[in-house]
């Protein structure tokens, strides 16, 4: 034995016994490492010949007790949500409701053979071999973690991981272990290969909110499951097992070698060649292409409105996740027509929003409904059915519905277009009320009235007929929000919905029968089956008005089409619609109907009630843009469609003298009211045309004479603001 080396000199007896005590506990550290790690290692040897003893028991029925606790039956999955969907009337996708998690759920079939044989590959190469637990992939995994001294490898299959994503918690305990395996052997004899599979692979979690793999396909693709390819299958298969590690948009390179991985697996269990494998791995390119399914809205206004339709059915939680397939009335190709219509109109980046609805009048069904803002993109609020803006003019329409109800005849019934005063009592505020450009016309009709849209007439018109039975006939036509009886409001005074009015005018074109507005026409619950007890696609239609009354009024507007403030509309067929424009040009609406469509349209600022005098160089009003978005609308819309002429009534009207108001008079006009339609709106840049001026109107038959020149009318004159309500009258002894 060769004696230890002689201490260095200078050395002292004291450092040498340091030195002696820093090897000594050098030596105790290391031999205590190689204790725990053999201690470790006996554990873990002694947990894993437990887990495989007990699973061999359940297998073979040796402990009854643990065999009757292991049931399917009493067991219920654990939920996960569904994305729900929402298509066009011709089935083309809107866009979806995210659930919390991304999911939709594809039948096994559907799914790519590559991404069906790299999840075997990866994940239970032996999955068609075993029954639901594999016993040679335990004892191979537990030698691995015995050498390794720590766990590098479960043994868990595909049948074990359903099971456990699907029946029961997460706790990493020997008893749920226990109980994992025991479902996982009565699951596998209960259900078929395939099903297991194709339940996993829609349950597994993929990273990036995605759980299932159509899910994932679409999130990190772009594409349906079905159309993977051998690497892209390679890549979502290798991502359950640590999502966030592997994850492809933030951590390419791992998500690469992990990939490769599992082609590797593929070549070495035999689920593709090695000439496939070659060509697979030298693709060094991931070829991403994040999809945006979940989170891109075609339709964002039509859209908002039918998610709104849902939740009042179903509840917030059950539309997020529920699943559900929901088919709309919406026309693709009509909404373009109408945001063509608009951006051909409002085409610089200062112009007001515009906003187009329409209805079919047979059965309520909405056929287009949309919004632009120039300049702006991406509004989530739904200038259609949630802004609610002062209806001007087009609200005159329900005073006259409501006084040829009474018997009113609009030929022969007379007021005085001028000044008017109102002040019923000295304790109300006095109302003016004055025509737009302070012109006036003297004795005139009714009909005259409404093309010429007098407000000194309407206001009167109003009183005699009773703000309360206004509001009742705006109601009884389709008007759902709360209007304030005030005289003021047959001018328009109340706010109302650009849905709201065009759901009234429909009951006008469908011969007085009101149908409530319907955007979804069925929806298929997550169980595929179709939810009938909703009554979704099947119209809500009741008699309002006659038909009689009904034709009336279309008769009169058809004329304010051909003759009075609409003529901007006009496009070659029977049409009948109204203008209105409020104060100061704040908003500007043009409401019409041919008999099979009914739209309308509304200019303004979403912002707030902000004047519109100088667009394009002229002030904005229901005659001008709004007429021309109309009839650049309805030109598309109707093109392949027939040119029908109103039904002639099975109830006409039986005119009654109009006595019950004061103001009204059976005096003849003392003047005659000419019209001279407005000048188009200008343009300035883009090299859009103005509107071509409209044609010559056709003879109507009516009272009215068209005779130029005269001096014009307002483009749209605007309702005078509404008196205050009256204050309490005087208490006894003043």
């Known amino acids: 034995m060769t004696p230890p080396p002689p201490p260095p000199r200078g050395r002292g007896r004291r450092q040498d ?163 994992e395996a025991c479902l996982a052997i009565k699951l596998s004899r209960a259900r078929s290969k395939d099903w297991i599979l194709g339940q996993y692979m829609n349950q597994v979690y993929y990273g990036n909110h995605a759980y299932g793999i159509e ?57 593709i060649t090695e000439a496939q494998y070659q060509t697979a791995v030298a693709q060094r390119d991931l070829r991403l292409r994040p999809g945006r399914l979940y989170t891109q809205i075609r339709e964002p206004y039509f859209f908002s409105y039918v998610r709104d339709e849902l939740i009042a059915e179903y509840g917030a939680n059950t539309v997020r996740s529920g699943g559900l397939k929901v088919f709309t009335t919406i026309n693709p190709r009509l909404q373009i027509a109408a945001r063509k219509a608009i951006r051909d109109t409002l085409y610089l980046r200062n112009d007001p929003a515009a906003a187009v609805v329409s209805i079919n009048p047979a059965n309520g069904a909405i056929r287009a409904m949309t919004a632009v803002t120039p300049g702006k993109y991406g509004n989530q609020f739904n200038l259609v059915a949630q802004a609610r803006r002062q209806p001007g003019s087009t609200f005159k329409t329900f005073v006259l519905t409501a006084a040829i109800n009474e018997g009113m005849n609009p030929d022969t019934t007379y007021y005085t277009s001028a000044p008017f005063h109102y002040q019923p009592d000295p304790y109300t505020p006095a109302w003016d009320v004055q025509t737009y450009d302070h012109s006036y016309s003297g004795s005139i009709s009714v009909h005259s009235a409404t093309l010429a849209s007098d407000n000194t007439v309407y206001a009167q018109l109003t009183l005699d007929v009773t703000p309360e039975k206004v509001a009742e006939m705006a109601h009884r036509l389709g008007v759902q929000s709360h209007l304030d009886v005030v005289p003021a409001m047959g001018l328009g005074a109340d706010a109302i919905s650009p849905l709201e009015e065009a759901s009234a005018y429909a009951t006008l074109a469908a011969g007085g029968v009101y149908s409530k507005p319907m955007a979804i026409r069925k929806v298929i619950l997550a169980n595929g089956r179709e939810d009938t007890d909703a009554g979704w696609g099947q119209p809500k239609r009741s008699r309002v008005i006659s038909d009689g009354v009904a034709y009336e009024v279309t008769k009169i507007l058809e004329d304010n089409v051909l003759e009075g403030t609409g003529v901007g509309a006009y496009f070659g067929r029977p049409t009948a619609g109204k203008t209105g424009t409020t104060d100061n040009h704040a908003d500007a609406w043009f409401s019409g109907y041919v008999p099979q469509l009914e739209t309308t349209v509304w200019v303004g600022y979403p912002q707030g009630e902000i004047p519109m005098e100088n667009v394009h160089g002229i002030s904005v009003a229901g005659g001008t843009f709004p007429a021309t978005i109309w009839k650049l609308f309805m030109e598309q819309a109707l093109v392949n469609a027939p040119a029908l002429s109103w039904q002639s009534p099975r109830d006409p009207v039986e005119w009654r003298p109009f006595t019950q108001g004061q103001y009204g008079s059976s005096l003849r006009p003392t003047t005659t009211y000419y019209y001279s339609p407005p000048p188009p709106p200008a343009t300035t840049t883009g090299g859009n045309p103005a509107p071509p001026p409209p044609p010559p109107p056709a003879a109507t038959g009516r009272t009215i004479t068209t005779a130029p020149p005269a001096p014009p009318p307002p483009a749209e004159p605007p309702p005078p603001p509404a008196p205050p309500p009256p204050p309490p009258p005087p208490g006894p002894g003043n």
């Not at 067991?75 to 929402?86: A, E, H, T, W, Y």
């Not at 594409?223 to 933030?250: E, I, N």
């Open 17 to 179: 016994e340091e030195l002696e005590d820093v090897l000594r506990r050098r030596r105790r550290r290391r031999g205590a490492g190689k204790g725990r790690r053999k201690r470790r290692t006996t554990l873990l040897f002694v947990a894993v010949l437990v887990v495989v003893l007990a699973i061999i028991a359940s297998s073979v029925g040796a402990v009854a007790k643990f065999r009757s606790d292991c049931s399917l039956e009493d067991l219920k999955p654990v939920q996960i949500g569904q994305n729900s969907f929402v298509y066009a009337a011709n089935g083309s996708l809107l866009g979806a409701i995210p659930a919390e998690r991304n999911r939709q759920p594809v039948a096994l079939w559907r799914v790519s053979p590559w991404m069906r044989k790299a999840t075997v590959a990866i994940e239970d190469h032996r999955f068609y071999e075993h029954g639901g637990v594999d016993y040679e992939g335990i004892a191979r995994a537990a030698w691995k973690d015995l050498r390794a001294g720590q766990v590098v490898q479960g043994g868990s299959t595909i049948t074990q991981q359903l099971v456990r994503n699907l029946y029961i918690s997460k706790e990493r305990t020997l008893s749920r272990k226990i109980k």
């Open 215 to 271: 899910a994932a396909s679409q999130t990190y693709f772009s594409k349906r499951a079905r159309f993977l390819t051998l690497s892209q299958a390679a890549l979502l298969a290798g991502l359950p097992q640590a999502p966030s590690v592997y994850d492809p948009l933030h951590r390419p390179a791992t998500a690469l070698a992990r990939r490769d991985q599992v082609l590797r697996a593929m070549r070495d269990y035999g689920g």
